[in-house]
Nanobody, 125 residues
Framework: QLQLTESGGGLVEIGGSLRLSCLASTFAFSNYRMSWHRQAPGKGRELVAEIAEDGASTSYADFVRGRFTISRDNNNRLLTLQMNRLTPEDSAVYYC??????????????????WGQGLQVTVSS
């Protein structure tokens, strides 16, 4: 099963930038639609951004559009989230997430969703 390892979180000042990375354990990564989610204390987990398997299409939540950029490098099994103009409302634990479509062959091969371990991002004045 694919495993995801995140890095790059931490403490940043208001208006600053952070870059989150998510490294996949195998090249099966290229078969996964990837996304970033976040969860603030006392709140539910919310989708931040997602990217297609080949990186050709991306989408963003309204509250990050224009500030965050999701990207991927399938050759290096790497997903990134560049976060700019950060505000205290962006403080949360950030998770990378992967979903793979089932394969229809002699039978249906399905794949469980995979999650990173979570990274704390704190935006402070």
């Amino acid at each position: 099963q694919l495993q995801l390892t995140e890095s790059g979180g931490g403490l940043v000042e208001i208006g600053g930038s952070l870059r989150l990375s998510c490294l996949a354990s195998t090249f099966a990564f290229s078969n996964y639609r990837m996304s970033w989610h976040r969860q603030a204390p006392g709140k539910g987990r919310e989708l931040v951004a997602e990217i297609a398997e080949d990186g050709a299409s991306t989408s963003y939540a309204d509250f990050v559009r224009g500030r965050f950029t999701i990207s991927r490098d399938n050759n290096n099994r790497l997903l990134t989230l560049q976060m700019n103009r950060l505000t205290p409302e962006d403080s949360a634990v950030y998770y990378c997430h992967g979903v793979r479509k089932p394969i229809f062959s002699d039978r249906i091969y399905s794949f469980p969703d995979v999650w990173g371990q979570g990274l704390q991002v704190t935006v402070s004045s």
